[in-house]
């Protein structure tokens, strides 16, 4: 943060970027007072020569090119730049020496209200030219460079941008902002390596700049450097766990690591154990589990006693309600692998699926928690089995384990109320009742807002 000063001489503020996908600017420089992000309130500076310039929300598009996107989702999902608001703020002296002659020409300050007015009119080619102007009388000025690069990109003028942008950099290299603007001027130029340089430069003058690192990771992969891009985007899920773009390319890239990963594999021996493992597997996730089982007794055929494959075949019979195969398929597992406590779990699973004796699921279960404690599913079967053989007080300490563990999950409510009213608690029964109806309430209004959107899609169809 550059000290505020009623000395001459001009330079940019630091840009503040916030969650989501645009950049704009949410701080005054040196005041540190949050401001609205379409404006920039300059009162507190001590000179009508400051400059500033207003936001606007126009967006690039990068998805469509950044290969990770359908024609489709790439027009749904701009993200949204551009713009960053620079107040040109009075700092000292050495700032005007900077500058060169001309800084103090009262002719830019003219200059500057020229451009001002025309963008705030909408004319960005007019105060554009304005800035332009305004460099032929001070042609030291880097920070009128910064403001002219991002007008260019503003008007998709990529080539004018990159040229302006990297001019600004020569008189002050260490305007990270210009850095930022040049690497987004560059990747829509499709300079890959030259937009990487700029962004991670950026990125390093502030290393929580999410945009810049958004942008920097689909500049990565368009490099083909997958896990770089990768690791990118991992850290800014951690920074913005809701962003849903992120999220969306996070797994496009996992997506794409785990296809050269497969590619690979298979190239190696189409017929190993791990070839059938992970190609069930990637069936499975998409719920083709007729597919994953070809998969998985193949994988079973090629490695009978290796940890793991009778696990993946039984997990598909029991996803399909295929109890009795199921079950073999675990108890065969944990003859190879006694730790499993997942097919322990499910073994128990299956015999309260099955209505059968609870005191056996009991047994089950508790061998699944003896190995893994802190296993919420199984705890849960516990306790159902507990219900059934009236044992309320000791089931609810699971559920209620449980219902903290994962508060969004109805059916966990619902068998608390239960074991509540059997033990005569009735506020607590009917508060978790309450509880359970509300979030079933929301399941069945989020399927039908799904199903709805997919009609409507299906209609837009030719």
């Not at 390093?204 to 700049?209: E, L, S, V």
């Not at 070809?294 to 019979?317: I, R, S």
């Not at 978790?432 to 299906?458: G, P």
Request: proline share 4%.
């Amino acid at each position: 943060m550059f000290p505020l000063s009623s000395s001459t001489g001009i330079r940019p503020t630091p840009y503040s970027t916030r969650a989501g996908a645009d950049w704009s600017a949410a701080k005054v420089l040196n005041a540190g007072v949050r401001v609205p992000v379409t404006r920039w309130n300059l009162a507190r500076a001590p000179s009508v020569a400051s400059i500033d310039m207003q936001t606007s929300n126009d967006r690039i598009d990068f998805m469509k090119s950044s290969g990770l996107a359908s024609p489709r989702n790439a027009a749904r999902k701009l993200v949204g730049f551009l713009v960053l608001a620079f107040a040109l703020l009075l700092s000292s002296n050495s700032a005007l020496a900077q500058s060169g002659a001309g800084a103090d020409d009262p002719r830019v300050s003219k200059l500057y209200g020229d451009a001002k007015a025309a963008e705030a009119h909408g004319d960005f080619a007019g105060a554009a030219a304005s800035y332009e102007s305004l460099l032929q009388v001070a042609p030291r000025l880097a920070p009128a460079y910064n403001n002219l690069g991002s007008l260019y990109l503003r008007q998709r003028e990529y080539k004018k941008a990159a040229a302006v942008l990297e001019k600004g950099l020569k008189i002050d290299p260490k305007m990270s902002s210009a850095s930022a603007l040049l690497g987004i001027a560059l990747y829509e130029l499709g300079d890959y390596a030259g937009a990487g340089r700029n962004l991670e430069s950026a990125l390093r003058a502030n290393p929580r700049d999410n945009n810049a690192e958004l942008f920097l990771a689909n500049d990565l992969i368009k490099l083909g450097k997958i896990e770089q891009a990768a690791e990118h985007l991992r850290q800014l899920s951690l920074r913005q766990p809701e962003n849903q773009e992120v999220l969306y390319l996070l797994g496009k890239v996992h997506m794409k690591l785990s296809e050269q990963a497969l590619t690979k594999l298979n190239a190696l021996d189409a017929n190993s154990v791990w070839a059938h493992e992970i190609s069930g597997e990637v069936m499975e996730s998409m719920k083709n589990y007729d597919g994953a089982l070809l998969e998985y007794k193949k994988a079973v055929e090629v490695a009978p006693m290796q940890a793991g494959t009778h696990y993946h075949l039984g997990n598909a019979y029991w996803s399909l309600n295929m109890w009795d195969a199921a079950t073999e398929q675990f108890h065969a597992e944990l003859a190879n692998d006694p730790s499993n406590c997942m097919a322990q779990w499910k073994i128990g699973n299956i015999i309260l699926e099955q209505h059968g004796d609870p005191a056996a699921a009991l047994a089950e279960t508790q061998k699944a928690l003896d190995a893994c404690p802190d296993l919420m599913e199984a705890r849960v079967d516990r306790a159902r089995a507990l219900i059934k053989l009236e044992r309320h007080a000791d089931a609810v300490k699971d559920l209620e384990a449980a219902v903290k563990a994962d508060p969004a999950e109805a059916s966990t409510h619902f068998l608390l109320a239960q074991a509540y009213r059997a033990l005569g608690r009735t506020q607590e029964a009917q508060a978790e009742m309450k509880v359970f109806s509300k979030l079933e309430e929301s399941a069945r209004a989020k399927t039908a807002e799904r199903a709805k959107e997919v009609l409507q899609e299906k209609s837009k169809e030719p």
